[in-house]
């Protein structure tokens, strides 16, 4: 992707992210209709349908040769990443937005040919925009990110993790995650998979680990982590495939060996 192309895409998309964070932010006490999905705590809401909408007539207006990856059906059926694919996730932290009103975000990657080119994370309430375009650094709002610490231990780490980690799983009969629990210095669980990026591209949290994620949860979150010198994965250290559902596992590298040979790869084995 040539740099002039990029520099007009990141403000483009720059923009459109910002206009639906407002109207969102404008309409945050207005009656939600509420549906479930996979489950009942798998929440979707008009809000996160219009805002899927709103990118996807624009993008389709505008770039009528890129695709789309999204949530929310509006999105092309793709079985490559070949192109240029805007990765769409129109709110992430639904349980947030409908529960909080707070702490979820909109999140908009755009790859070419597989590689991530732009990343996009805005804090919608807290009017927080983390960006990244590859190789030119990260940033918040106009701040920009430093890199992570060389230096970080286990010991003195923050981790990103969720209840899942708790329910029946085999590393948990193996005793694996309690281990690493009782090792970090402590955990959060913030519910927007796009934040916890965020927040570890920022050196706020130190890594953040997760099960069955989808492209569009990540994709944005990849890009602004990689500026800041961060490493992501599959649980287990494995490469991932934007066209599938995966773990992640999102850190500062100092700490990546030690989480993923000394608990995940020996608790899976
Ligand atoms: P979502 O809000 O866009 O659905 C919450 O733990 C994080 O996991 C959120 O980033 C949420 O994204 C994501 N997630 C992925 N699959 C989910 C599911 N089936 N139910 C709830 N959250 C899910
Ligand atoms: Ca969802
Ligand atoms: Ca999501
Ligand atoms: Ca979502």
């Not at 596992?249 to 989480?259: D, G, H, W, Y």
Request: hydrophobic content about 40%; overall charge negative.
């Amino acid at each position: 992707m040539n740099e002039t192309f990029r520099e007009k895409l990141y403000q483009q998309a720059k923009e459109w992210v910002v206009e639906a964070g407002t109207t969102i932010r404008e309409k945050i006490n207005d009656p939600l209709t509420i549906s479930t999905k996979s489950d009942r705590n798998d929440l979707v809401t008009t809000m996160d349908k219009d805002t899927e909408y709103f990118f996807m007539t624009n993008i389709k207006r505008t770039y009528p040769d890129h695709f789309i990856i999204s949530e929310e059906g509006y999105g092309d059926e793709l079985q490559s990443l070949g192109g240029t694919v805007w990765i769409i996730d129109p709110i992430d932290g639904t349980m947030n937005f409908v529960h909080q009103k707070r702490n979820f975000a909109i999140s908009v990657g755009i790859y070419q040919d597989g590689i991530g080119e732009i990343g996009l994370i805005y804090d919608v309430m807290a009017d927080e925009l983390y960006s990244a375009k590859r190789g030119e650094g990260a940033f918040k709002n106009n701040m920009a990110l430093s890199p992570l610490p060389e230096q970080k231990s286990l010991y003195d780490s923050i981790l990103g993790l969720n209840h899942f980690w708790l329910c029946e799983n085999r590393l948990v009969e193996e005793k694996v995650i309690q281990e690493l629990v009782r090792t970090v210095r402590g955990s959060r669980t913030f519910g927007s998979a796009a934040l916890e990026f965020a927040y570890v591209a920022e050196g706020i949290m130190d890594g953040y680990m997760t099960m069955g994620l989808a492209p569009w949860d990540i994709a944005a979150g990849i890009v602004i982590v990689n500026e800041t010198r961060g490493r992501t994965t599959d649980a287990f250290g494995g490469s991932l495939n934007l066209l599938q559902k995966s773990s992640v596992l999102t850190c500062n590298p100092a700490i990546q060996e030690q989480i993923v040979n000394e608990y995940m790869i020996k608790g899976r084995k």
